[in-house]
């Protein structure tokens, strides 16, 4: 069975940063794509940053210059540094993968149970 859990999030001040892991475990054969999504108070989920296998990266306007993806294809893992934060930033992250399992025809969409950030003074 695959899971996806996320790492790292917190409160944090504005200006400060923050890491974030996302760590899939189970029986995985290959990932694709990973991304990470927010969901802020009172509104939907949305996109922060995408990374691809061979790691081009697109990311939601109002995060480019603030925000890094990144990741570990050794161990399966996907990161988020978070620098500048803003109080707008605050949301629950939640981690995404293409996953393909031992066994599988194809790749499906994973979600993590996402990680709170708190950016506040």
């Known amino acids: 069975q695959v899971q996806l859990v996320e790492s790292g999030g917190g409160l944090v001040q504005p200006g400060g940063s923050l890491r974030l892991s996302c760590a899939p475990s189970?029986?995985?054969?290959?990932?694709?794509?990973m991304a990470w999504y927010r969901q802020a108070p009172g509104k939907q989920r949305a996109l922060v940053a995408i990374?691809?296998?061979?790691?081009?990266?697109n990311y939601e306007d109002s995060v480019k210059g603030r925000f890094t993806i990144s990741r570990d294809n050794a161990k399966n893992t996907v990161f988020l540094q978070m620098n500048s934060l803003k109080p707008d930033d605050t949301a629950v992250y939640y981690c995404?993968?293409?996953?393909?399992?031992?066994?599988?025809?194809?790749?499906?969409?994973?979600w993590g149970q996402g990680t709170q950030v708190t950016v506040s003074s």
């Open positions: 995404n993968a293409d996953i393909s399992r031992f066994g599988g025809l194809y790749r499906r969409n994973y």
């Open positions: 189970g029986n995985i054969f290959s990932i694709g794509a």
């Open positions: 990374i691809t296998v061979n790691s081009s990266t």
